[in-house]
């Protein structure tokens, strides 16, 4: 009775030790497969967004101001090496109080504009990372399309083998079905790189050791085609916050430079001269150095500042028209992007293929072959609708990108059905 015991004991570790893996590695599969909200919220944990928080860190910590004293001088003089002839002074040097206020102005707009260059990199990651879901969602819809096509063609190249002696027997059937079973089986093999290509970026950026994205949730065509888009954005463009920062710091470094060759009060000074009964009689002084407004030195660095200025002006105008001109652009391909999908699939829903094969279906003795013809056409338009789909998703995130409304917070996912918020 021991044996057997022992071995049902040996059996059942077995058992346990097996379903133990099965569940391990069930555990790991669901852990390593993402939500298509998770993906795109990992933008916000990014490297980019640490080095973002990082910089601005580093640049508040530090202290750019110009101080109110630019220098102290201690000076000691003496004349023939008598005692009573020895002088001592104290000399200080102020910084121009428009100086202080320009230089204040330039420091904390230059921490607005890292800040803003940083928020339009990170909006730019946002945008790739959802075009990135969505090339890999289609391209694993499409390689499922292929794979059933490429059965059916080779099914098809199968009742075409028997019926070599019939009387209706085309060659031709066999060499045109054979010529696309290989180029369904080169897309296949196109299909797969592309998979692989985008799993190894993937691993990389998530650094995973397997990637695999839930894509069942996903907004529909239809709430595409008729969601409600803003005619107008909120704030101006980020990038025109940016240029016209980048104006005011350019006339802030203006008014600093003018300050600085046009500075009235050059030092103060309080000096003494060697020994005397009377302390404030002759011996202690005071003085000023006032420097002569002399304003044709900084006019030329005016000259240079307004042409520099204008030039900035006319690159940001002509940089909003082209802007303007792209958003008008992607909004008329998501248009006709929505026209394109719309009427290919009113199409496919009245096409007489559908119905013919549905008919066929219940007759008897209709031909295989004829219906795993109607099959194949059928196939062929579902992948013609996908690639119709897939461009649609693409001109409506692009759209939404240009527009900026896919940038503004709260940060919704504009992939889900319920336009849920991405995770923080």
Request: charged share 25%; no cysteine.
């Amino acid at each position: 009775m021991i044996i057997p015991l022992f071995k049902l004991v040996k059996v059942k570790l077995k058992a346990i030790l097996f379903l133990g893996l099965l569940f391990g590695a069930t555990l790991i599969q669901a852990q390593e497969r993402l939500t298509l909200n998770s993906f795109l919220s990992s933008t916000i944990d990014s490297n980019l967004v640490d080095q973002d928080s990082t910089t601005i860190t580093l640049l508040s910590s530090k202290n750019y101001n110009i101080p109110l004293i630019k220098s102290t001088q201690f000076r000691l003089e003496t004349r023939r090496f008598i005692e009573t002839f020895q002088e001592f002074s104290v000399r200080i040097k102020p910084n121009n109080f428009r100086e202080i206020s320009s230089q204040k102005n330039i420091y904390a707009n230059k921490i607005q504009e890292v800040r803003l260059e940083n928020k339009i990199k990170i909006n730019e990651s946002l945008k790739n990372r959802y075009l990135l879901a969505l090339d890999y969602i289609f391209n694993k819809k499409t390689a499922i399309l292929y794979a059933i096509k490429q059965q059916q063609l080779k099914d098809k190249l199968d009742l075409l083998g028997h019926q070599v002696f019939h009387e209706d027997f085309e060659v031709k059937d066999v060499i045109e079905s054979e010529e696309d079973l290989l180029a369904i089986n080169l897309k296949i093999i196109q299909l797969r790189k592309i998979k692989k290509d985008l799993e190894d970026y993937l691993k990389k950026v998530l650094v995973l050791n397997t990637v695999s994205i839930e894509t069942s949730n996903l907004i529909s065509p239809e709430q595409i085609i008729n969601f409600p888009f803003s005619d107008s954005i909120s704030n101006e463009y980020l990038f025109v916050t940016l240029q016209k920062l980048k104006i005011n710091t350019l006339e802030n470094e203006m008014s600093l430079s003018i300050a600085k060759s046009n500075q009235l009060l050059d030092f103060v000074q309080a000096k003494y001269i060697g020994k005397s009964e009377n302390l404030f009689e002759d011996n202690l002084s005071i003085g000023l150095a006032i420097n002569l407004p002399f304003f044709a030195a900084a006019r030329q660095d005016k000259s240079e500042f307004y042409f520099e200025k204008t030039i900035k002006q006319n690159s940001l105008n002509d940089a909003l028209k082209k802007h303007q001109l792209k958003v008008s652009f992607a909004k008329n391909e998501f248009e006709t992007s929505k026209v394109n999908y719309t009427v290919l699939q009113k199409q496919y829903e009245n096409s007489s293929v559908t119905s013919i094969y549905k008919a066929y279906q219940k007759m008897e003795g209709v031909s295989p072959l004829l219906l795993l013809n109607l099959k194949i056409l059928q196939n062929k338009k579902d992948i013609e609708i996908l690639k119709f789909e897939h461009e649609l998703y693409k001109a409506y995130i692009e759209f939404l990108s240009l527009n900026e409304q896919l940038f503004q917070e709260p940060l919704l996912n504009y992939l889900s059905p319920s336009l849920e918020l991405l995770e923080n």
